[in-house]
């Protein structure tokens, strides 16, 4: 410890990963690539895509950083973040805060065998209009690939967004 700042010394060694996380270590790193979106509200659009996972090691839970941009300018679309708490009988429990106020808490499951994560919400606040939100991940190829379906007070479950990314 260093007395001054009551924190641990920086280490050159990796952190340990916690046993909870190893199932999901492949998703740790950042990754990057497109996806697209649309809802039968709205028009299609593409855009450019950063996740970022990361893991202290001291205790299970995965941080999550998600940024995107429009494709042709650069400009920023919409970002989040939140924690994955993988559990030992393969659930996991997630929580999300979205740039436009809305916050999601999710729970699903992880198959580490098929690199698949399966995400349903239990709870979507500050929202008054999306009532329900689905989010599966997968890796194919080492490519990430995602889908998310999303309910309004208006449409029932549809496909909203999907993209393939890249680790770097």
Excluded: C
Aim: aromatic share 8%; net charge neutral.
């Amino acid at each position: 410890m260093d007395a001054k700042k009551d924190t641990p010394l920086a280490s050159s060694s990796p952190p340990v990963i916690h046993p909870l996380v190893a199932p999901l270590s492949y998703l740790l790193g950042t990754w990057r690539g497109q996806g697209e979106g649309g809802y039968p509200t709205i028009n299609s659009f593409s855009y450019g895509e950063e996740l970022h996972f990361s893991h202290a090691g001291n205790k299970p839970v995965i941080g999550y950083t998600q940024k995107t941009w429009k494709l042709n300018s650069g400009e920023p679309m919409h970002a989040e973040s939140g924690y994955w708490r993988p559990k030992p009988d393969g659930t996991i429990e997630v929580v999300i805060a979205q740039s436009t106020g809305l916050v999601e808490v999710q729970k699903g499951t992880y198959n580490a065998q098929e690199k698949v994560v399966e995400l349903q919400s239990e709870t979507v606040g500050n929202a008054s209009k999306v009532r329900e939100i689905r989010r599966v991940f997968e890796l194919v190829d080492g490519d990430l690939r995602y889908e998310v379906k999303m309910a309004t007070n208006a449409v029932d479950l549809q496909p909203h967004l999907k993209a393939a990314l890249k680790k770097l």
